[in-house]
C-alpha cells in the first residue's frame, strides 16, 4: 500500500516498486473547502504489470505537482480515512482471490458530495 500525499516521495516510491515488477495499491484523497461545507474524494488505485501502462502517469508522473487542499491543514476525517483504507483492502483482497473477480477494476473512487462511487477497469 502506498499511501504518500507528497508527490515527488510518491513518485519515487511508485517508480521503485514498478521497478522491481512489485505490484501495489495507491490511496489518496483531496478535500477541499466551499460553501456549504467541504467536498472532494477517495481515491484507490491497484498498480501492477497489467494497470501500470494505462495509469501509472496518472498517480505517479513527471507532470504532477503538489496542490495545496484542506486535509493538509490537519482537517480529520476518520470517516474518509476509514472508507479509503477499506476501499483498499478491498482491492488488494480482491487482486489476491480472496473475491471472486468479475470486471478487472484497477480504481475506484468515492466523491463526497454525490455519494458516489465509480470505477475503472482495464476490461
Do not use: C, W
Not at 19 to 46: C, D, Q, R, S, W
Not at 49 to 57: R, V
Amino acid at each position: 500500500f502506498l499511501a504518500v500525499d507528497k508527490i515527488g516521495p510518491r513518485r519515487d516510491i511508485a517508480k521503485l516498486l514498478r521497478a522491481k515488477g512489485i505490484p501495489f495499491i495507491v490511496v489518496g484523497m483531496g478535500i477541499h473547502h466551499g460553501n456549504p461545507g467541504l467536498t472532494g474524494m477517495v481515491e484507490t488505485t491497484l498498480v501492477d504489470e497489467k494497470t501500470a501502462p494505462i495509469i501509472f502517469d496518472e498517480i505517479a508522473g513527471e507532470q504532477l505537482v503538489d496542490l495545496p487542499d484542506e486535509y493538509q491543514k490537519n482537517i480529520q476525517t476518520v470517516e474518509l480515512n476509514a472508507l479509503n483504507a477499506a476501499m483498499a483492502v478491498f482491492m488488494y483482497k480482491k487482486y489476491r482471490g480472496y473475491y471472486a473477480s468479475g470486471r478487472s477494476v484497477h480504481q475506484a473512487s468515492f466523491t463526497t458530495s454525490s455519494m458516489q462511487l465509480d470505477r475503472e477497469s482495464t476490461d
